[in-house]
Each structure stands twice: as structure tokens, then as C-alpha cells.
């Protein structure tokens, strides 16, 4: 226990309360640091950095209230206790924000805790001062980034300190909360993923579910607690007849259901179109085996043979993850077998090292295999991502979509022709191959060869192809190549390599200009913005191009201007025409006062419903400025919102409806059934129309083998008057799932 006198900060003490708290946090982090084996000397330093930092921040509090102190305490816990990272880690974590919010400099920090420790410091307070709201988060990430490659341990501290701040998220406000909600499942789940760290990738999801649709979380979380006790039911029927058998094998095992996170199943009911209750897989059974590393892969088969022996297995869904691990370390066995029930079950089947693998990553890999190199997990992928860093990009955002397209997914393994094991995102093509050995062999690539047939540079890789790039020099990328491609170091390189030859392009239209200004005895240089403006040019590559090109010649340049002087004066100067401003007007049908922007009175925006996601009285939603076309009003749940929230965060506002109102909103309802010919459309027109009394927009209907698809464009006043019609429609004979479209 540390002494109460450091309690007393000169000129400052902790009230009780305070004092009770900070000594909580203390303790809590330190009762798992000492069940642990770190030394004596490393625990000293650990309350060494825990002083440090105390007095550092002094008598902050975070906005709940509580001594800022508790916090790099409990982000260090979870370091320590969730992440199982090292106590270099857990200095680092109580230092994270000594730097950025108190007067403590880095030199400080060196001279007490060395330059390791300076280093990850550092690479935390570079991140945290990312936040600033005027520039692109996009930028931001492609530091965080950065980061990652010089210690991964930065990224894993930021990871532990963002999942403390959602777990106290609820004393922020909503606005604040919906941003970090959506910057987090737009990069830090996708990490958490690809850093194979699983459960707090699951955690950092629901979380996330929690904020953006309470409603469906509380429905899901509830529903999960009612069926508890006849789902232990039917996993202890569906284990018995195992254990008798694995028993036999005399090898210590677990063996156990595993629920699934409330947002996997949340995204289950949204994309499979299903209820709840024909949710099959709400759990795994999962199967660990305690064998020493060589018996692992045989034991797991053994096992995996007497699971299928009892329960018939779904040959499609067999995974082997043991033979070729994911390409963020994951190894398992998962196999899909059906109960006597009938029912689908997928089994786990692994050892204890994979479990902790699996619920670690990072850590875990590090403990096993004893590598010295930190980054020796991760080789492939790091050199994938410097890569990425390396290529000059234009665009943040391009750059980062680039880079998140690699994040999630499954693998492809390919060979060489030397039979070199190279990985690939699924869905990669012969061009990502030719772009992953070398760049130039991707840029040169003339066609490939699959286990010897010539195929398309587009050609789709599956597992085990052998393939062979055939290269020339006078090949050429064109625009088509990022159609083909997938992963991020290919379009990237793609795309760096036409901007290379746009340029080249270019500076030949720029010596034309520059000729016939010189011809006219006026210089370019000053001239060149009113020619842009003229002509509507966003940027001078642009014209140049357009110029070199042909598809902009002179006399249509220097017609639009007169000369008066060494200046060209637009002949028309270019005004807002009036149609434009009534148009805006047109779109905001909405009567006055009955939404907030910023707490605002709406009309004093030019704002207009988003069409992509069609918004209505009761929805959550948030207001976005356009470049062009004023205010638009998005729902919470818009697929273009994590985007705009992440990249655009500073033009994001935050919108609410007032009252309720006789107001009018459109909206597509998505209807799903069997088909018995136009019965069906008859009955539903009957429900909307006449018992509802609702207007309908448009109505399109497709049927398949039997099924039909029905879309209908309704005009409603609120959420919960979609919701009353969804609720009859179901009811409806022939119908199977009536949803509102999600954008
Ligand atoms: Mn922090």
C-alpha cells in the first residue's frame, strides 16, 4: 500500500471520498500484479510510475468526476489483467497522459523511466493530441498507424485507455458519445481484429451497439437472459454424450457453451433477414485440450473425430485453422455439426496455448513463442503496412479506406512457383499476387499464369493455386487495374503510378499554357485563378491535363476573358443563378420548429432530410454540412455515418426533434414472403392503404422461385407509426420478414 501522505499533493489534498477511489483503483491493479511473476525490482518501478504520475495530475478529475488519477490506473489493469502485456506496458500505461495534460515534459519522463519507456510515452501523447476537430481523422489514423509500426505496444496501450473510456462513456454527452462510437468501429474493432485481439474486439462492438441502437441492445440482452437456462439446457444435453467419450481419451480438457456477442447477433437478424428465436448459432460449444505443443494438431483431430461421430457435421463448414493459422495468429478447428435436436451447432475444438491466443493475441503470441523481436508476429502484415505508409498519398482517406479493406476478412494461401506460402486477403486477384512480390512485377504485369492456364490479370485466387507472373516492359497501369485489385499496397501503387503519368501529362499542358500566355505578354502565374474560376476547374493538374489532352483548347480559354492590362477580366463574371436558391428551398418540406441543430431552431439552416436514409420524427439522427447543398439530416444508423462522424467529424452536428407533429416523411419498407401470386400485393396494399390510411409512393415487387422481394415507398409521420405497419404487414399471410430499409 502506498502512504497516504502521497494523497497530500502540496497545496492540494484529496477530499475522503477521492482518497477511497484512487486507493480502489490502486489496489485493484496491484492484487493482479501481485498473483503475477513480475520481480520485485519491475513491481517497484510499476508504483514508481503510479507516484509519478499521481502527483503529475494533481487534482484533475475526469468529467465524471472522479480523481483523474483512477483512470491510468485502470488502463494499466487492463494492460496488465486483460491484455496480459508486460510491465513496460503497464508504465506506459500510467504515464499515457502525463505528458499531453499536465506540465510534466518528455525529457522528465526519460530521465526517470529510460528511453524505452520515453518512446511508447511519446507515440501516446503524439496519438492523443491527434484530436483536434479541424483536421481529417483520416490524417490521425494514418499516425496511429505509424505508430504501430515503431511499437506495437503504443497502439495496444491506446486500445486498453479507449476501451476504459467506453466503459465510462455514459457521462459524456450524446453527441460526443455517437463520434467515439463510430470512430471506434470504423478503426479500433477492425484492429482489435487484425491484432487477433478478440474479446476486446467484441467488447469495443457492443459498446458500440449500445450507443448507436439502445433499443435493439436491450431487446437482444434481454431476450438472451430469459433463454438462459433452457440454452444450458441443451448444451449440457448436446455435451454428455462427448464427455463420456473424450473422458476415455484420459487428456485434461474443457469443455463448454460459449455465448456470442450481442452485436454478432445484433448483425445476424440485420443481414440474415431472421428473429431471434431462428438464431441457431447464439453459442459455440468449445472444446480445449491441455496437450504439450507437438500432440496438439493429433488431439484436436482425435477429438474432432469423436464430436463428428456423434453429431453428423456440415462437411462445408469445416475450418482448419490448426494446419494454416489466420494471418493474425489464430489457430482453432471449427466444425458445424447438427444435434439430435436438429439443431446447428459449431464446435471449437483447440488447445489451452490457442485459447489464449484466441482471447490475447498479441500478448499471448509473444509468451509462446519467446520472440525477441516484438514485431516477429506481425512481419508480414507490419511490412504490408509500411508499405502502404511509404506510398505518397494525395488522399487521407483514400488512403485509410485502402487500408481498412485489409482489416477484416478471411485469407487466400497461394504459392509461388518456387512454392513460396504467400497470404492474400480472400478475394484477392492474379494482379494483388504480382503487386505483393514486388511492386515493379505488379506494374509490369502482363498476364499470370494459375497452375499453368493462362488466366486474366483479374482472375479470383483460391486457396492452393500455384501462381506465375508473366511481366513486360512496356506494360502500362491503367484506371481499369484498381477494379481488379483488392488489397491496399495494390491500389495504392496503382494509384500513385497514374498520378506519376497525370503529372507527366500535365506539365506538357502547363508548357502550352505557358506558350500562348507568353504570346499574349501576360504572365500565367497570376492569371491562372481567374482561368480556373472561369472554367470550373477544382485544381490547376486538372486543366493542365485537360489542356494537354486536347480536350481543352486555347480559343475556348481565352474567349471567355478580356485583357486589360497584364490581367485576363472575366467577360461574364460568374453569379449564383436564382433557380439554385430556390431549389434549396424546395427541399426542406419540413414546417418550422420542430428539430434542433445545435440546439437551434432549424430554419435558420438550409437543411434537407438525407435521401440515402430517409430520417423521420423519432429517429436518431445528427446534421451534416455538405460542401454544396447546405444542411442534410442523416439517421444515426445511416451507412454513410461512420464515415462522416470519422473523416468529417468537425462538419457533423448534432440534430434532435423538438415535439411530435402532423409532419409528413418518406420511407421504404422491404417485405419478404412467399409468393401466391398478386394476392399478396392486393393484401398488402389493402393494410397500408385503407386500414392505416397511409399514402404509398411507389411499390416494386420482384419474385424468385417462388419468393418475392416487395419495396414500398410509404409516407408516415414517425418511427413509431413504421413500426405499426411493420407489425400488421407481418401478420400478413405469405410474408416472412417486413423490415424498414436500412440506407
Ligand atoms: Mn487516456
Same mark, same amino acid.
Given at each position: ?5 502521497? %494523497?497530500?499533493?502540496? @497545496? ?13 483503483? $490502486? ?35 475526469? /468529467? ?66 491527434? $484530436? ?45 458519445? %455517437? ?6 468501429? #470504423?478503426?479500433?474493432?477492425? =484492429? ?59 487428456? &485434461? ?12 447477433? +445484433? ?26 505443443? @507437438? ?29 494454416? &493459422? ?6 482453432? %478447428? ?33 509468451? #509462446? ?84 492456364? =493462362? !488466366? ?34 495494390? /491500389?495504392?501503387?496503382?494509384?500513385? +503510378? ?7 501529362? +500535365? ?27 472561369? =472554367? ?7 486543366? $493542365? ?9 486555347? &480559343? ?67 446534421? #451534416?454540412?455538405? +460542401? ?21 467529424? #468537425? ?14 416523411? &418518406? ?48 409516407? !408516415? ?27
Amino acid at each position: 500500500m502506498f502512504s497516504t501522505s502521497l %494523497l497530500d499533493i502540496p @497545496e492540494f489534498v484529496w477530499p475522503a471520498q477521492d482518497q477511497h477511489l484512487i486507493r480502489t483503483a $490502486y489496489r485493484r491493479l496491484f492484487r493482479s500484479i501481485n498473483q503475477s511473476s513480475i520481480s520485485a525490482e519491475e513491481k517497484k518501478e510499476v508504483r514508481k510510475a503510479f507516484e509519478f504520475a499521481l502527483v503529475a495530475h494533481g487534482s484533475q478529475r475526469r /468529467k465524471s468526476g472522479e480523481p483523474y488519477i483512477t483512470h491510468p490506473l485502470e488502463v494499466a489493469r487492463i494492460c496488465f489483467e486483460e491484455m496480459g502485456l508486460g510491465f513496460k506496458s503497464v508504465i506506459g500505461a500510467l504515464l499515457h497522459d502525463v505528458v499531453e495534460d499536465t506540465p510534466v515534459t518528455l525529457e522528465q519522463v526519460r530521465l526517470e523511466f529510460g528511453p524505452k519507456i520515453a518512446l511508447i510515452v511519446d507515440g501516446l501523447t503524439k496519438l492523443d493530441g491527434l $484530436y483536434n476537430v479541424e483536421s481529417p481523422q483520416a490524417e490521425n489514423f494514418k499516425k496511429v498507424l505509424s505508430t504501430l509500426v515503431d511499437d506495437v505496444r503504443v497502439i495496444l496501450i491506446k486500445m486498453a485507455d479507449r476501451l476504459h473510456n467506453l466503459r465510462t462513456i455514459d457521462s459524456m454527452s450524446r453527441h460526443k458519445q %455517437l463520434r467515439i462510437a463510430a470512430e471506434t468501429s #470504423y478503426i479500433y474493432a477492425p =484492429l482489435a481484429h487484425r491484432l487477433g485481439l478478440y474479446n476486446l474486439k467484441s467488447e469495443f462492438q457492443d459498446i458500440c451497439l449500445k450507443i448507436t441502437e439502445p433499443d435493439i441492445y436491450k431487446q437482444i440482452s434481454s431476450r438472451l437472459l430469459e433463454t438462459q437456462k433452457e440454452r444450458n439446457r441443451f448444451v449440457a444435453e448436446f455435451i454428455k454424450p462427448l464427455k463420456e467419450k473424450i473422458d476415455r481419451l484420459n487428456i &485434461p480438457y474443457r469443455m463448454f457453451g460459449r455465448p456470442k456477442s450481442i452485436a454478432s447477433i +445484433a448483425n445476424k437478424i440485420k443481414t440474415k433477414r431472421v428473429r431471434f428465436e431462428e438464431i441457431y448459432d447464439l453459442f459455440a460449444i468449445r472444446i480445449v485440450v491441455d496437450v504439450p505443443i @507437438e500432440q496438439e494438431k493429433s488431439v484436436c483431430w482425435q477429438i474432432y473425430s469423436i464430436v463428428t461421430d456423434v453429431h453428423r457435421p456440415i462437411p462445408e463448414r469445416l475450418r482448419d485453422w490448426i494446419t494454416t &493459422p489466420r494471418a493474425n495468429g489464430y489457430e482453432s %478447428l471449427h466444425t458445424t455439426v447438427i444435434s439430435k435436436a436438429g439443431k446447428y451447432v459449431e464446435v471449437q475444438i483447440r488447445s489451452e496455448r490457442m485459447d489464449d491466443i484466441a482471447e490475447k493475441g498479441y500478448a499471448a503470441h509473444w509468451k #509462446y513463442k519467446g520472440i525477441t523481436n516484438i514485431h516477429g508476429i506481425y512481419d508480414h502484415w507490419f511490412n504490408s503496412i509500411k508499405d502502404v505508409l511509404e506510398t505518397p498519398h494525395n488522399d487521407a482517406i483514400e488512403f485509410l479506406n485502402d487500408f481498412k479493406a485489409n482489416l477484416y476478412g478471411e485469407e487466400v494461401y497461394v504459392y509461388t512457383p518456387l512454392g513460396d506460402l504467400i497470404v492474400l486477403p480472400k478475394g484477392a486477384t492474379a494482379l494483388d499476387f504480382a503487386f505483393s512480390i514486388h511492386t515493379d512485377i505488379g506494374l509490369r504485369a502482363n498476364a499470370c499464369k494459375v497452375n499453368n492456364k =493462362l !488466366v486474366p490479370l483479374g482472375y479470383h485466387l483460391a486457396n492452393g493455386d500455384q501462381v506465375q507472373v508473366i511481366t513486360n516492359s512496356r506494360q502500362k497501369p491503367t484506371e481499369d487495374w484498381l477494379k481488379m485489385v483488392t488489397t491496399g499496397k495494390a /491500389k495504392t501503387r496503382i494509384r500513385a +503510378a497514374l498520378k506519376e503519368e497525370q503529372k507527366v501529362v +500535365a506539365e506538357y499542358g502547363l508548357e502550352i499554357l505557358e506558350r500562348k500566355f507568353k504570346g499574349l505578354r501576360i504572365p500565367l502565374e497570376e492569371n491562372v485563378e481567374a482561368v480556373l474560376k472561369a =472554367l470550373g476547374y477544382k485544381n490547376k493538374l486538372d486543366l $493542365y491535363h485537360d489542356v494537354s489532352i486536347g480536350h481543352l483548347e486555347w &480559343p475556348d480559354i481565352i474567349s471567355k476573358f478580356s485583357i486589360e492590362g497584364n490581367r485576363l477580366v472575366p467577360i461574364r463574371p460568374l453569379e449564383v443563378k436564382p433557380e439554385e436558391a430556390t431549389e434549396i428551398r424546395d427541399r426542406a418540406p419540413m414546417q418550422e420548429g420542430r428539430l434542433l441543430i445545435n440546439g437551434e431552431d432549424a430554419k435558420t439552416y438550409q437543411y434537407s432530410l438525407a435521401s440515402c436514409c430517409h430520417p423521420v420524427q423519432g429517429d436518431d439522427i445528427f446534421a #451534416y454540412v455538405t +460542401a454544396g447543398s447546405g444542411v442534410k439530416i442523416h439517421r444515426i444508423t445511416c451507412r454513410n455515418a461512420e464515415n462522416m462522424m470519422v473523416n468529417y467529424s #468537425y462538419r457533423v452536428l448534432k440534430a434532435e426533434w423538438t415535439s411530435k407533429t402532423g409532419d409528413k416523411f &418518406p420511407a421504404n419498407i422491404v417485405i419478404h414472403g412467399i409468393d401466391e401470386g398478386i394476392g399478396v400485393i392486393e393484401r398488402i396494399t389493402h393494410i397500408i392503404s385503407s386500414l392505416h390510411g397511409v399514402n404509398i409512393r411507389s411499390f416494386t415487387i420482384m419474385s424468385e422461385e417462388g419468393t418475392f422481394e416487395g419495396k414500398v415507398g410509404v409516407v !408516415v409521420t414517425s418511427k413509431e407509426h413504421i413500426a405499426q405497419l411493420i407489425e400488421s404487414l407481418s401478420n400478413l399471410k405469405g410474408v416472412t420478414s417486413v423490415q424498414r430499409e436500412e440506407s
